[in-house]
């Protein structure tokens, strides 16, 4: 039984209104949750045979650093729908609990993680290695362009979302620029995959994004985007993640500058050191000390 509408609202900060603007009756989600209940534990094992089959054992060869997955609850998939319907009512608005899992396209997640950005290359071939990349395939029309047969392929064209600023390079011999966005406070590669009948997303971003990422969505989203000193202080530390991620890359770059192109610390001055012996050098000539013209001419160019 899935609880009660108010309890429901309130829990996901969601107004009457916004329910109201979302158009769709409570016993039609209510519907919806409860089927999906009925199929969470088929969305678990293939989640863990795509784990099987692309990822465990394979981080290297795919160029992760690690990941991490989810299947979406029950709620939170209610949650999605109602607030997808106020976005974006035209492309939703034909959602019901009979065609649900054809317009919602995360209800597996998938996120890998770089150590660093430049080995996002690596798990783009990988992936292509995998799965169809054809723009006659992708999915515009949720219903329209549904094939229930196709299977192993790209759902949609791979997306960057990047903050403004951000260097695109990487990106510019494998992603189309009008599918290259400018963000205010948002790093990652998007993919949706069709993968055993079902949709699955993935998401790529390096250690420093996911940082922040995780800080910015326990505290930020989605019920405190409008807050302006938040979101303030979350943009800061989206700029710092950029900048580690800058940082880290030109340190590996290092790597292969020679070692004799750099003075070590210790061939630098030691300011205490020197200042000591300067201290010893000059303490003779105090003005209590001074005899001659010359004490005292020598006296006035050490200090």
């Not at 943009?235 to 790597?255: H, I, K, T, V």
Request: proline share 3%.
């Amino acid at each position: 039984m899935f609880m009660e509408k108010d309890e429901f609202l309130k829990k996901y900060a969601l107004t009457q209104e916004q329910f109201e603007e979302a158009g769709l009756p409570w016993e039609e989600l209510a519907a919806i949750a409860e089927d999906y209940s009925n199929r969470l534990e088929e969305f678990y094992r293939i989640r863990d045979l795509f784990l099987r089959e692309f990822i465990e054992n394979k981080e290297e060869q795919a160029g992760l650093h690690s990941y991490r997955t989810r299947v979406k609850t029950p709620e939170h998939l209610v949650e999605k729908i109602i607030r997808r319907r106020i976005e974006n009512y035209r492309k939703y608005k034909d959602l019901n609990r009979h065609n649900y899992l054809k317009f919602v396209t995360d209800l597996i997640g998938f996120r890998g993680l770089l150590l660093y950005r430049e080995d996002w290359v690596i798990f783009h071939k990988y992936l292509l290695s995998h799965f169809e990349n054809k723009p006659a395939w992708y999915v515009y029309d949720c219903l329209k362009d549904y094939e229930q047969d196709r299977d192993m392929y790209m759902v949609e064209p791979p997306k960057v979302h990047m903050r403004q600023g951000d260097f695109s390079d990487i990106y510019a011999d494998w992603i189309s620029s009008d599918n290259i966005y400018d963000q205010k406070y948002y790093r990652s590669v998007h993919y949706i995959l069709k993968y055993r009948g079902v949709y699955l997303e993935i998401q790529v971003r390096t250690l420093f994004e996911e940082g922040w990422g995780e800080i910015d969505h326990h505290i930020l989203y989605p019920y405190k985007k409008k807050d302006p000193m938040l979101t303030e202080f979350s943009e800061l530390l989206n700029r710092l993640a950029g900048m580690g991620d800058e940082m880290a890359s030109f340190y590996r770059r290092l790597q292969n500058v020679p070692g004799d192109a750099f003075r070590d610390k210790k061939s630098m001055v030691d300011t205490r050191t020197e200042f000591e012996a300067h201290k010893q050098q000059t303490k003779k000539f105090e003005l209590d000390e001074i005899v001659t013209v010359e004490d005292a001419i020598f006296s006035v160019i050490s200090k």
